[in-house]
């Protein structure tokens, strides 16, 4: 079912309101006791400190605001201690699993300033098996007031290898994640990786960012070998943080704990976090693979701009819609099929180039069973995709489009304010809602980094944030290195769905040595390794013409009933086996960086008694991503769930695998 339904196993118990005076310490403990957020004043100032199975992972750590009128917490008591739980399963309306668990015990604190101004600040905590989220709430405002700096710190008992790309000099979020000491490194980007102890992993991040700044953090060396790491909010141009008014709500500032870092990646905290749907009716969503007119432009064969190599023609889209057709995918995405791509020409969404017939290709899509996916870049003018969007959104409805891709190459939204400060992210949400109201899908590149909000609003259905497969078409510096897409699923996967493009057969090159650094075998994994709903099957279709590979993508879902990891390691492999909705069969993707590795699969997540065929496509004998990259060797067996395969991984290789019930 697509509609979202919820399940609720244990609603709230009631809740426990504690009016204190001079009141010690006080503390809330994970429903399993594992995680414990203990919440006091030192000085008059309010902070925190969290512990996991009773060892000491934040010591103490203030919270409050500096608001343009004085801040907030820097003379407080605690005067209201709330207490209330909550074990409830919700449905996904589609997604990495089906259902999902929403289990925590929430304290909330209220503290009082002690000065004249009396002020008010809450604080919500919620703390979960896997890690903890807190949030603030300033009470009701009349005027307006803004937020010069959150003055949240998170800080760790002592330094930790961590992954993480820098905040200052990394646009678009496309950096290579890289690995140090976390005092070593300079303001970084959110999703922040950590691995803190052996078989204790950490990660940083935010959700909900509805209507303020996006987090960013500046770790620095503390004493007694303490890390302090430092909000820092991305900024309007005039240095404000968060214009507000009315009720102040923060996002949630995030830690997942797990003593696995394949527990990183099916940790559902960021999303329980966030609010259930606001669409009631979601049977218009609808995941799905596609192919484009895409590769060929990034590798300088087709132009966006019209002209004699014009990639979205009328004809050429249409000779992909029949490929599409033929194999089974459900959209074709063409850019460039609108004005604005050539020199001095005008940006509109409301007309095409007089050489594609938007009605036409829908027309003959629709005889196909296969819908035309819409684009509009707007080279960073959000006010101009707001001000045509609910135009342009209401024909794209009518001729049966259900998706947009969504586009912001410029350093500046109208030429004034960062995209993930609090500015970018108003547009962002009104592009989503307005999406909504005429059944539009979103993938949204050059976004904020995601923080869940697809729970709220599933047609935000996945976004770029990372440096994506078309480095490996054009980057002067060779492409992304082997080790990149081993290290996304526990970087910028953990913010959520990823846009990045899978699925290269040709690794032909235009700037000699850049291509994809990986072989055949590792290119169809990492299908199934890096998720997203609308997964692109990135290639030229003439790449795939007669290519046995293909069959694996043909027969791949995107949205999943359950997900697990088996084994990973950060930036050396992994490993992931997803199970389809509805059906039976399981979908396994393993990848590995420059090194090359045997793994042993288990299978002891398929059903007991139950004989399955296993459909293995790996690297062959000679395989090796720098002398033979296109080997690769597609074999069948009968497994139960007591047996295991063996995975032989070349040198950034890989292998995808269809494990079919008998």
């Known amino acids: 079912m697509r509609y979202l339904i919820k399940l609720v196993v244990i609603l709230f118990f009631g809740s426990i309101t504690v009016s204190i005076c001079n009141a010690k310490d006080v503390s809330v403990t994970s429903p399993d006791g594992a ?162 102890e052996k078989d204790l992993f950490l990660t940083i991040h935010e959700a909900a960012l509805e209507d303020y700044a996006s987090l960013n953090i500046t770790p620095r060396a503390g004493k007694q070998g303490v890390v302090k790491l430092l909000t820092a909010l991305t900024p309007w141009q005039n240095g404000v943080k968060v214009y507000a008014k009315g009720e102040l709500k923060s996002p949630w500032r995030t830690m997942i704990v797990s003593p696995t870092a394949g527990g990183l990646i099916t940790s559902r905290l960021m999303l329980n976090l966030n609010e259930p749907s606001r669409i009631e009716d979601t049977s218009w969503i609808e995941p799905g693979r596609y192919i484009g007119i895409w590769w060929s432009i990034h590798k300088k064969q087709h132009t966006w701009e019209m002209g004699p190599h014009h990639g979205a023609t009328t004809e050429h889209v249409k000779r992909y819609m029949d490929f599409a057709a033929r194999h089974g995918f459900s959209g074709v995405l063409a850019e460039g099929w609108n004005p604005g791509w050539g020199e001095g020409e005008q940006v509109t969404y409301l007309q095409s180039y007089p050489d594609f017939d938007m009605e036409e290709v ?74 909504a109201k005429h059944h539009i899908m979103i993938d949204n590149h050059e976004p ?69 650094h990986s072989t055949l075998a590792k290119q169809l994994g990492e299908f199934v390794v890096i998720y997203s709903p609308l997964q692109m099957a990135a290639d030229a279709i003439e790449n795939y013409e007669g290519q046995p590979a293909l069959t694996f993508i043909e027969s791949c879902p995107t949205t999943w009933s359950r997900t697990l990891v088996p084994h990973g390691e950060i930036g050396k492999f992994i490993t992931i086996a997803r199970k389809e909705r509805g059906g039976d069969r399981w979908f396994v993707g393993s990848i590995t960086n420059e090194e090359a590795r045997t793994l042993n699969l288990t299978l002891d997540f398929l059903d007991e008694g139950a004989t399955y065929r296993a459909i293995i496509y790996e690297d062959g004998p000679d395989a090796d991503y720098e002398r033979n990259p296109y080997s690769m060797t597609i074999r069948q067996m009968e497994v139960t769930s007591k047996d295991s395969l063996v995975l032989r991984l070349a040198r950034s290789g890989g292998a995808a695998i269809r494990i079919e019930k008998q």
């Open 448 to 516: 904020a980094m995601p923080t869940g909000i697809q729970r709220t609003w599933p047609n935000l259905m996945t976004q770029e944030g990372v440096r994506g497969q078309e480095y490996n078409a054009w980057d002067r510096r060779g492409g992304n290195p082997p080790a990149h897409t081993v290290t996304l699923p526990f970087t910028r996967g953990l913010a959520g769905p990823t846009d990045f493009t899978p699925a290269i057969f040709n690794f032909s090159e235009i700037v000699k040595g850049t291509h994809p």
């Open 35 to 196: 995680v414990t957020v203990t919440v006091g004043t030192l000085s008059y100032r309010p902070y925190y400190t969290v512990s996991y199975q009773g060892k000491t992972l934040v010591v103490p750590s203030h919270l409050g605001f500096l608001l343009n009128n004085g801040e907030v917490g820097a003379h407080a008591k605690m005067i209201r201690v709330t207490r209330s739980l909550k074990d409830e399963t919700w449905n996904q309306v589609w997604g990495e699993d089906e259902t999902v668990r929403n289990h925590y015990n929430e304290m909330v604190v209220d503290f009082k300033e002690k000065s004249d101004s009396q002020r008010l600040m809450k604080v919500v905590f919620r703390v979960f098996n896997d890690g903890f989220g807190f949030r603030y709430i300033l009470p009701h405002h009349d005027k307006e007031f803004c937020v010069m700096d959150e003055l949240t710190e998170m800080n760790l008992a002592h330094d930790a290898k961590a992954w993480s790309i820098p905040s200052n000099r990394t646009e678009y979020f496309e950096g290579t994640y890289t690995a140090d000491l976390l005092s070593k490194k300079d303001t970084v980007c959110t999703p922040l990786t950590i691995e803190y």
């Open 362 to 435: 829908c027309r003959y899509g629709a005889s196909k069973g296969v819908r035309f996916i819409g684009h509009t870049e707007t080279w960073g003018r959000a006010a101009l995709l707001e001000k045509e969007m609910n135009e342009a959104f209401a024909w794209f409805s009518k001729m049966g489009i259900r998706a947009v891709k969504t586009g912001y190459v410029g350093h500046l939204f109208d030429g004034k304010e960062l995209a993930k400060s609090q500015y970018g992210i108003r547009h962002y949400r009104r592009v989503i809602e307005c999406a």
